[in-house]
């Protein structure tokens, strides 16, 4: 399993984001993707999950309302409304088996920076 993200950058406060992770080399609809973040200096957060094969979400509660994480072929999106500096982190797509708890594959990050 590969996953690539790309779409990070530097986005002032209030802005949006669509971030991407490009999933290939395994069969997805026994997955759950998900989005973490790392900020410096703090440890990795969980931020969104969904579900491959029916869609369903999940997501931190301090970011309800304001992050959506969906897909569309073999890609995961999170969408990232009225962003904050403490947004601001090194986001990472990460897969796992549906019936599993820990997530072994991760992409290599992509950075969003929130200017205030």
């Known amino acids: 399993v590969q996953l690539v993200e790309s779409g990070g950058r530097l986005v002032q406060a209030g802005g949006s984001l669509r971030l991407s992770c490009a999933a290939s080399?395994?069969?997805?609809?026994?997955?759950?993707m998900g989005w973490f973040r790392q900020a410096p200096g703090k440890e990795r957060e969980f931020v969104a999950a969904i579900n491959w094969s029916d869609s369903g979400t999940t997501y931190a509660d301090s970011l309800k309302g304001r992050f959506t994480i969906s897909r569309a072929e073999n890609t995961v999106y999170l969408q990232m409304n009225s962003l904050k500096p403490e947004d601001t982190a090194l986001y990472y797509c990460?897969?796992?088996?549906?019936?599993?708890?820990?997530?072994?594959?991760w992409g290599q990050g992509t950075q969003v920076t929130v200017s205030s």
């Open positions: 080399g395994g069969t997805f609809s026994s997955y759950v």
């Open positions: 990460a897969a796992r088996i549906r019936w599993g708890i820990r997530y072994d594959y």
